[in-house]
């Protein structure tokens, strides 16, 4: 299913909209010229209209973001049990879209060790359902905001993480507005080299997560030099686009996006 010559644009991009514009959004992606989505953990509430919409619009998934929360790394061993059930639930009313990547956060972002002790617990456990169905669970570099999270997980860890399972089913996602904020990208991708299964691609102005859309004129993310060094270190994946819009979206707006990043991805 991977395609590296194709723009993905994930379904975040109308978090906003009512519940009975579900499939006039999809149309307006399919519109503006994407063949791929990734369908947004935003939506969850409208899931099945969502998957229909998708398929109605002839779009083609290539990721699943995951809901995957806080329960998950809760020190009781039936609240992890039961976070981890609603996200296979949501992993499952998609499945006919796997084999894809499947996207949860990666959560330990504090300072006690037990955290990452549960949140082990809870990956095993949800691998163990979503694997069979054909997934690959990728983990989500984390983005710095040290006014929230204790502590800032950085890619080594991350990439650590994934690593010590061994499993074939669990890779990586690295999410450049996350990780552009307390690293450096270049190095993001040597850390993480050949575990990446996705990337989420937006701009920010190097302070916050703004995940501003990708041709914004005053981002200060290098995306092309980016995206090749991901290239490089083995991703084989489209590029994935995960961006919010000031305003509603518009079928002429999201093509001026897309073309803007073909164009400096491919030119």
């Known amino acids: 299913m991977e395609n590296i010559n194709a723009v993905s644009l994930s379904t975040c991009v109308f978090n906003k909209i009512e519940h009975n514009e579900i499939e006039r959004s999809m149309e307006m992606i399919a519109e503006a010229g994407y063949q791929y989505v990734e369908v947004a953990r935003s939506f969850y509430a409208g899931l099945v209209d969502e998957v229909s919409a998708v398929k109605k619009a002839g779009l083609k998934v290539w990721a699943v973001h995951g809901i995957l929360g806080e329960g998950a790394i809760s020190p009781d ?31 330990c972002r504090d300072f006690d060790p037990e955290t990452g002790k549960y949140f082990r617990d809870s990956i095993t456990m949800f691998l163990e359902k979503v694997a069979p169905l054909g997934y690959t669970l990728c983990i989500e570099t984390a983005p ?11 890619s080594v860890e991350i990439a650590g993480f994934v690593r010590s399972f061994n499993h074939e089913n669990l890779q990586m996602i690295v999410d450049f507005n996350h990780s552009n904020l307390n690293e450096d990208l270049f190095e993001v991708a040597q850390n993480s080299a050949g575990l990446v299964k996705n990337i ?62 073909e164009n400096l991805l491919w030119r």
């Not at 710095?144 to 950085?154: G, I, S, T, V």
């Not at 914004?216 to 030099?225: E, M, N, P, R, T």
Request: glycine share 4%; aromatic share 10%; proline share 11%.
């Open 144 to 154: 710095y905001k040290p006014e929230f999270d204790p502590r800032y997980p950085d």
């Open 77 to 107: 061993k039936n609240v992890r049990r039961d976070t981890v059930e609603k996200a296979f639930n949501q992993a499952a009313a998609c499945a006919e879209f796997a084999p894809c990547p499947l996207v949860e956060h990666y959560l």
């Open 200 to 261: 989420h691609v937006s701009q920010n102005l190097g302070e916050r997560e703004n995940h501003l859309p990708p041709d914004h004129s005053c981002g200060v993310i290098d995306l092309k030099a980016a995206f090749d060094a991901f290239r490089k270190a083995g991703y084989t994946g489209p590029c994935n686009l995960e961006f919010n819009l000031p305003e509603p979206p518009t079928v002429d707006r999201l093509r001026e996006i897309r073309l803007y990043m």
